[in-house]
């Protein structure tokens, strides 16, 4: 009978997910982006995961921005500071 004497292959239990990218016309979002970038870079990958938790989250945060990004793109309309 043999017995192991090392470690066994690591053990995947999910698809890793692709890494969130930011939201288009957030400023939040592109500064955590580029802190990721950073973080990557110097192989700091605990940082590179909270930026990633954080950029997940965002959009959450930055409805404002959303709307603002849904105003730009919008067909342009006459504005009305009446109603
Ligand atoms: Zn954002």
Same mark, same amino acid.
């Given at each position: =009978?043999?017995?192991?004497?090392?470690?066994?292959?690591?053990?995947?239990? &999910?698809?890793?997910?692709?890494?969130?990218?930011?939201?288009? /016309?957030? &400023?939040?979002?592109?500064?955590?982006?580029?802190?990721?970038?950073?973080?990557? /870079?110097?192989?700091?990958?605990?940082?590179?995961?909270?930026?990633?938790?954080?950029?997940?989250?965002?959009?959450?945060?930055?409805? =404002?921005?959303?709307?603002?990004?849904?105003?730009?793109?919008?067909?342009?309309?006459?504005?009305?500071? /009446?109603a």
């Open positions: =009978m043999s017995s192991r004497t090392t470690m066994g292959p690591p053990v995947c239990l &999910d698809v890793p997910r692709r890494p969130p990218e930011p939201a288009p /016309g957030c &400023d939040v979002c592109v500064a955590l982006a580029k802190q990721r970038t950073v973080a990557r /870079g110097l192989s700091d990958l605990s940082a590179v995961s909270d930026c990633n938790v954080e950029l997940a989250a965002h959009p959450e945060k930055h409805p =404002m921005a959303r709307q603002r990004i849904a105003e730009l793109t919008a067909p342009a309309r006459a504005e009305n500071p /009446g």
